[in-house]
């Protein structure tokens, strides 16, 4: 049977599981978790090394090297994402969110996940640092003056950073608005009595009332 790059991912992440507390992963404990026979276990492990994502000695376990260990982190991170946007925005089931994250992590690209962390607000978890492109919240890069759309005056411009809502309908909404992260807006009008917020999108003129003004968060760059 071919080696997928699925096949290898699963292994570096339950190896990274298994020894996230300092000692190394034994050949039976790696074949207990991955639910396959020891021999098949050392098979894997001979490949992972031969490409330089483990350290396996018979009898001692395995660890991840340095390019191992980056490797399994960005792989559980893009996990992350990809169940927390379809429980969050989809509105899934989270059994069923973390199944389907689970046939996607190996085949969405960075670059893909890195927008998906956009809509959910960037959210940090452990695996941040190992980001290709990191958010400007992980990297420190990028220094922004970041507000929410509800309290911007008229005329201000701002590039929407994230949409920041436990219900999956408003972000919905939004999205289906043009509210997306990276698009630029600028605040045309206010109507306080009536808690409206004017904007224009793009070529598009759209009002939205001002609670739901206040999940969109906006970034503006400092000089």
């Not at 039976?28 to 026979?37: I, K, N, Q, R, Y």
């Not at 190992?130 to 411009?157: E, H, M, W, Y």
């Not at 009536?194 to 598009?204: M, Q, W, Y």
């Amino acid at each position: 049977m071919p080696v997928t790059t699925g096949n290898r991912e699963d292994y570096l992440i339950a190896i990274l599981r298994l020894t996230e507390g300092g000692s190394a992963a034994k050949t039976t404990e790696l074949a207990e978790h991955m639910g396959v026979s020891p021999a098949s276990v050392s098979e894997m492990l001979k490949i992972l090394s031969k490409d330089g994502l483990v350290e396996y000695a018979k009898y001692r376990g395995v660890r991840l090297t340095e390019k191992g260990y980056t490797d399994a982190r960005l792989t559980r991170k893009r996990h992350h994402i990809v169940e927390k946007f379809f429980i969050d925005v989809l509105g899934l089931e989270p059994e069923i969110a973390h199944q389907e994250a689970h046939r996607i992590e190996h085949t969405i690209s960075d670059s893909a996940a890195q927008r998906i962390c956009d809509i959910l607000g960037n959210p940090p978890d452990c695996d941040c640092q190992s980001c290709v492109n990191p958010c400007k919240s992980v990297s420190g890069f990028g220094i922004s003056i970041t507000f929410q759309l509800c309290d911007a005056d008229v005329g201000r411009q701002g590039t929407v950073a994230y949409i920041k809502s436990d219900d999956s309908k408003v972000m919905e909404k939004l999205l289906a608005m043009g509210i997306i992260p990276g698009r630029d807006i600028t605040v045309t009008g206010r109507d306080d009595e009536k808690g409206i917020v004017t904007l224009s999108v793009g070529d598009c003129s759209i009002a939205v009332d001002r609670k739901m003004a206040s999940y969109v968060y906006l970034d503006m760059m400092s000089e």
